[in-house]
């Protein structure tokens, strides 16, 4: 029988200050009961519904952060790191581009008709690259040149970005677009347990809900150390709910969902995440700011696979892109780069 997969969402967000931090570890304290979700969460559809077509739109039968059809040629294939998929995916990128091919003579003539965006965790991006296909329950996709599902271009960290070229998928340079900026904490509306930063984290008795692997969570753990000092770090990764029933190994996904099912009390990820859950499910969280943790932030590249199959899209929508992405993502709670940081190039080799 196939495992249901539940799935998160999240929004709108009441910022609070983040309470100057301890050294000492407070004595947890015993939580009250809050009341939490009876459903799933469910992500709000990216696309434009069509007309005549069926539509599995709640949280058991829908395919998660993969967006565009699969069986129709793609005009492009961006396959990238998941957490700025709020930017991504949005009107002022995704939803602008093929007008704005449209407009410029070089591109006019691109069908632009079915762009396809997969934002799952970065381990898995490359899995699906170096495997050749991605399991969807009882659907196997295949990942590869003849079928057309490759990536023409990817998104991701350094280091994920090194790991592709040492397979010879992408070009030995890729160039920095976003900063984001760096850590916040999710609660819930309302703020029951009166969480105020990281110290109240412990102080409260709150189980924590935090990445399961990768860079943030390094990051985390290094904003924790940094700004409790290790004693107290260690109690708020001791307070850590590993994981729950459907969880999928998507931190977008997954950390909201915690959250509001009341398996955890607060999530600590990247500021701009918590900010968006906050924003698309205001009745749901808020956003708790913590005072020092901007310094743990994360850079993203853009990265063109060698030999694409679709050169010329790829040529269009990195002109597009990169004349508008310093403006657009700090719309969305990012950093703002300066100019020596906005387009600079990553060496991989």
């Known amino acids: 029988?196939?495992?249901?997969?539940?799935?998160?969402?999240?929004?709108?967000?009441?910022?609070?200050?983040?309470?100057?931090?301890?050294?000492?570890?407070?004595?947890?304290?015993?939580?009250?009961?809050?009341?939490?979700?009876?459903?799933?969460l469910v992500w709000p559809v990216?696309?434009?519904?069509?007309?005549?077509?069926?539509?599995?739109?709640?949280?058991?039968?829908?395919?998660?952060?993969?967006?565009?059809r699969v069986g129709t040629p793609p005009s492009l294939v961006i396959f990238s790191e998941g957490n700025h998929l709020m930017v991504l995916l949005s009107d002022d990128i995704i939803g602008a581009f093929s007008a704005w091919?449209?407009?410029?003579?070089?591109?006019?003539?691109?069908?632009?008709?079915?762009?396809?965006?997969?934002t799952l965790p970065q381990p898995v991006l490359i899995q699906m690259i170096r495997n050749g296909g991605l399991a969807l329950g009882n659907l196997t996709l295949d990942v590869s040149r003849r079928s057309g599902f490759y990536p023409d271009i990817f998104m991701g960290y350094p280091e994920p970005l090194r790991q592709l070229r040492q397979l010879g998928v992408i070009e030995p340079q890729a160039r920095f677009f976003s900063k984001n900026r760096g850590l916040a904490l999710l609660v819930r509306k309302g703020n029951p347990l009166g969480i105020g930063g990281l110290t109240d984290v412990v102080?409260?008795?709150?189980?924590?809900?935090?990445?399961?692997?990768?860079h943030v969570r390094a990051q985390c753990r290094a904003a924790a150390?940094?700004?409790?000092?290790?004693?107290?770090?260690?109690?708020?990764?001791?307070?850590?709910?590993p994981s729950f029933p459907g969880r999928l190994g998507i931190m977008h996904r997954d950390l909201p969902e915690m959250v509001a099912r009341g398996h955890a009390d607060v999530a600590l990820t990247w500021h701009h995440l918590v900010s968006y859950w906050a924003r698309i499910f205001p009745d749901h969280f808020e956003l708790?700011?913590?005072?020092?943790?901007?310094?743990?932030?994360?850079?993203?590249?853009?990265?063109?696979?060698?030999?694409?199959?679709?050169?010329?899209?790829?040529?269009a929508f990195d002109e597009f892109f990169f004349s508008r992405a310093g403006h657009i993502y700090p719309r969305h709670d990012f950093a703002r780069m300066n100019d020596d940081e906005f387009g600079a190039t990553l060496e991989l080799d």
Request: proline content about 10%; cysteine-free.
């Open 101 to 118: 091919a449209r407009s410029q003579p070089p591109y006019a003539d691109l069908d632009l008709d079915n762009i396809v965006v997969v």
């Open 225 to 241: 150390d940094e700004l409790l000092g290790n004693l107290v770090a260690d109690a708020v990764f001791a307070a850590e709910v």
């Open 1 to 40: 029988m196939t495992r249901r997969r539940a799935f998160p969402g999240g929004t709108s967000s009441a910022a609070t200050s983040g309470t100057s931090e301890a050294q000492s570890a407070p004595a947890p304290a015993r939580n009250p009961v809050i009341p939490s979700l009876h459903e799933p």
């Open 288 to 315: 708790v700011a913590v005072s020092g943790a901007e310094r743990f932030f994360a850079q993203i590249a853009f990265g063109r696979v060698s030999d694409p199959l679709r050169p010329h899209a790829v040529k």
């Open 203 to 214: 102080r409260t008795g709150a189980r924590v809900a935090l990445p399961d692997s990768g």
């Open 46 to 68: 990216v696309t434009k519904p069509q007309p005549g077509i069926r539509s599995f739109a709640g949280h058991t039968d829908t395919v998660p952060d993969i967006v565009g």
